[in-house]
């Protein structure tokens, strides 16, 4: 059973930093796209960030550029999101998701696999 996993969410205050993790299991995701995508109430599910399977290559959404970073480590199975100078609009769930190959942050609807979520609330 292939499952994604997040932790690392939670209640900062504005300017606070957190590290989120995504581990996978049930199969080897070295060979996949990964990617973050956040989703706060009452609005859309968004992309983040994601990272090709190489992990020569980052994308962010302009709305978190130059404040989160995304990596990977392919002997683990995860992906993070290291975000910083967190902002009361970062506020949301953050979910993972991955896709074979290539990434979905372009069609999420396109991802192979996600994971539960977890909550990030930024207090002003």
Excluded: H
């Excluded at 999101?81 to 990434?103: F, I, W």
């Amino acid at each position: 059973q292939v499952q994604l996993v997040e932790s690392g969410g939670g209640l900062v205050q504005a300017g606070a930093s957190l590290r989120l993790s995504c581990a996978g299991s049930g199969r080897t995701f070295s060979s996949y796209g990964m990617g973050w995508f956040r989703q706060a109430p009452g609005k859309e599910r968004e992309f983040v960030a994601g990272i090709r399977w190489s992990g020569d290559s980052t994308f962010y959404a302009d709305s978190v550029k130059g404040r989160f970073t995304i990596s990977r480590d392919n002997a683990k199975n995860t992906v993070y999101l290291q975000m910083n100078s967190l902002k009361p609009e970062d506020t949301a769930v953050y979910y993972c998701a991955v896709k074979r190959y290539s990434g979905c942050w372009d069609a999420p609807r396109d991802c192979d696999y996600w994971g539960q979520g977890t909550q990030v609330t930024v207090s002003s």
